[in-house]
């Protein structure tokens, strides 16, 4: 059975950084994207960034030049360095996976950005 395991999040003021790790275990294979999602209260989930197996990438416009992707595709793992963090960006994260017959979520990891 596939899961996805996510760290990283807490509680960080404005301007802070902070770095979400998520680690896919139980696969027979390597997933080709991988990625970040989040949802604020009241919000629906949205697009932050994802990453291919080649290292093509593709961020939400709020975040870019502040957010970075990356992953270690032999590992399943996947990252996102969060830095100039704004209170806007308060939400559960979410690591997503996309695999042949089944879309892959993880169980979310709150991140808190006080002003």
């Known amino acids: 059975q596939v899961q996805l395991m996510e760290s990283g999040g807490g509680l960080v003021q404005a301007g802070g950084s902070l770095r979400l790790s998520c680690a896919a275990s139980?696969?027979?294979?390597?997933?080709?994207?991988m990625g970040w999602y989040r949802q604020a209260p009241g919000k629906q989930r949205g697009l932050v960034a994802v990453?291919?197996?080649?290292?093509?990438?593709n961020y939400a416009d709020s975040v870019k030049g502040r957010f970075t992707i990356s992953r270690d595709s032999a590992k399943n793992a996947v990252f996102l360095q969060m830095n100039s963090l704004k209170p806007e960006d308060t939400a559960v994260y979410y690591c997503n996976a996309p695999g042949p017959m089944y879309n892959y979520w993880g169980q979310g990891t709150q991140v808190t950005v006080s002003s």
């Open positions: 139980g696969s027979r294979f390597n997933f080709n994207v």
């Open positions: 990453i291919t197996s080649g290292g093509a990438t």
